[in-house]
């Protein structure tokens, strides 16, 4: 199978080997983790040969008696080379129970550099901060923006190439399928939905409500966009006929979190600078997942994608990313980067003097001078690329940016 490099993720593995701390490959299973733990082996034995690679893949059949952190210790053990550099590449880590208390052992001896990867958010943010706080360095690992997709499947950019990609996502695996083909898609997409839902969430939380647990899901893809809240949840669930706790809701909203299929982004006061907690906007880690959940029919959804993957593309640019709160309104995103900050309103189509002045508004409120962008799916109207210095881009245009 060909292994396409992702230079955004290797690179930056690449930069912190070496450095005396352990690396942490975060995301969402099939986003292609896997693969770069792969070619950082690679990059290793090239530019490394006298070093001694060890690679775990818990997913391996061949890798399942390591179950423990005493076995994963006698493990490394055996395969440890005395004399020269030692790289422990483990994937799905959080399989191997109390893992924890077995790197951090390899680390105090400084036996050798960890590289490891993980599907839930929940175990690592718990298990890392409490044993291997200030050791460790988390990366995290998205799906393919639309550069990539474009280099994944051979496309040029186009709006069709685009619009493919607003429908079908960025799972690096789906390079081996026809795109073109629905039902290919589909029953792929619909593989690791049910993995990420059986193994991430419903086995590892042993939950029984299988059927609930999907109907969240369905219910978060609907209201993209839209700030959510558990007894916001219960209220809709209750009216349908759900019989269920508003704190069951709650857990469970966290455990679609913890497993990275959607992910919860924060209120954020733009005039106060403070963080609202309890209500939240929500996204999909991968949005062809949620294409998929929803019914693979953008016919009423096309905002909500635009809204994901433009919260995406600022993830992969490596901005941390709000809703941002005005007195008078709500600004779609407000994303930061150490010193840096941009202001973000998305909108479908800007095609009328109504429409605009909503859209710009809104931005027009903020008295500071970052950068303040609305990303639209058409070229701005007779109105230039440009309104009292706020920067108007199509979506297209604004997934080949770098910001």
């Given at each position: 199978m060909e292994s396409i490099l992702r230079p955004l993720y290797l690179n930056k593995v690449v930069?912190?080997?070496?450095?005396?701390?352990?690396?942490?490959?975060?995301?969402?299973?099939?986003?292609?983790?896997?693969?770069?733990?792969?070619?950082v082996g690679s990059w290793i034995k090239e530019n490394k040969p006298e070093a001694n690679v060890i690679y775990i893949n818990k997913e391996d059949y061949a890798f399942s008696i390591i179950t423990t952190a005493e076995k994963l210790i006698d493990?490394?053990?055996?395969?440890?080379?005395?004399?020269?550099?030692?790289?422990?590449?483990?994937?799905?880590v959080q399989d191997i129970d109390c893992y924890e208390n077995a790197l951090r052992s390899f680390h105090s001896e400084d036996k050798l550099q960890i590289v490891a990867t993980g599907s839930n958010a929940y175990v690592f943010s718990?298990?890392?901060?409490?044993?291997?706080?200030?050791?460790?360095?988390?990366?995290?690992?998205?799906?393919?923006?639309?550069?990539?997709?474009?280099?994944?499947?051979?496309?040029?950019d186009s709006e069709d190439a685009l619009n493919k990609y607003l429908m079908v996502g960025g799972l690096p695996a789906l390079k081996n399928f026809n795109i073109q083909d629905e039902d290919e898609v589909r029953s792929y997409v619909q593989g690791v939905y049910?993995?990420?839902?059986?193994?991430?969430?419903?086995k590892r939380n042993d939950i029984r409500n299988i059927q609930f647990v999907e109907n969240l899901a369905h219910f978060v893809g609907d209201n993209i966009g839209k700030l959510i809240s558990p007894g916001s949840i219960y209220r809709f669930m209750k009216s349908k006929g759900e019989k269920i706790a508003e704190n069951t809701v709650s857990a469970y909203l966290q455990n679609l979190c913890s497993a990275l299929l959607t992910v919860a982004v924060?209120?954020?006061?733009?005039?106060?600078?403070?963080?609202?907690?309890?209500?939240?906007?929500?996204?999909?880690?991968?949005?062809?997942?949620?294409?998929?959940?929803?019914?693979?029919?953008?016919?009423?959804s096309i905002e909500k994608v635009m809204e994901n993957v433009v919260w995406q593309h600022l993830l992969i640019q490596g901005f941390t990313v709000g809703v941002g709160i005005l007195r008078a309104g709500e600004i779609d995103f407000v994303a930061e980067r150490g010193s840096e900050k941009i202001y973000i309103q998305v909108a479908y189509l800007i095609a009328t003097e109504e429409i605009r002045n909503r859209e710009f508004g809104n931005l027009l409120k903020i008295n500071d001078n970052f950068p303040k962008y609305v990303i639209s799916a058409n070229p701005m109207i007779g109105g230039g690329d440009n309104?009292?210095?706020i920067r108007h881009m199509s979506l297209r245009q604004f997934l080949k940016t770098r910001i």
């Open positions: 930069s912190f080997l070496d450095k005396e701390m352990m690396l942490f490959l975060i995301g969402q299973r099939r986003v292609g983790k896997s693969f770069l733990l792969r070619q493990y490394v053990n055996v395969h440890y080379r005395n004399g020269v550099r030692n790289y422990l590449l483990i994937d799905e718990t298990e890392l901060s409490t044993k291997l706080s200030g050791r460790y360095i988390e990366i995290p690992v998205y799906p393919l923006g639309y550069e990539e997709f474009l280099v994944f499947h051979g496309l040029e049910n993995t990420v839902l059986l193994k991430d969430v419903v924060p209120r954020y006061d733009i005039h106060g600078k403070r963080i609202f907690e309890s209500i939240y906007k929500y996204y999909f880690s991968d949005h062809g997942l949620r294409n998929f959940i929803c019914g693979f029919n953008l016919d009423g309104k009292d210095g």
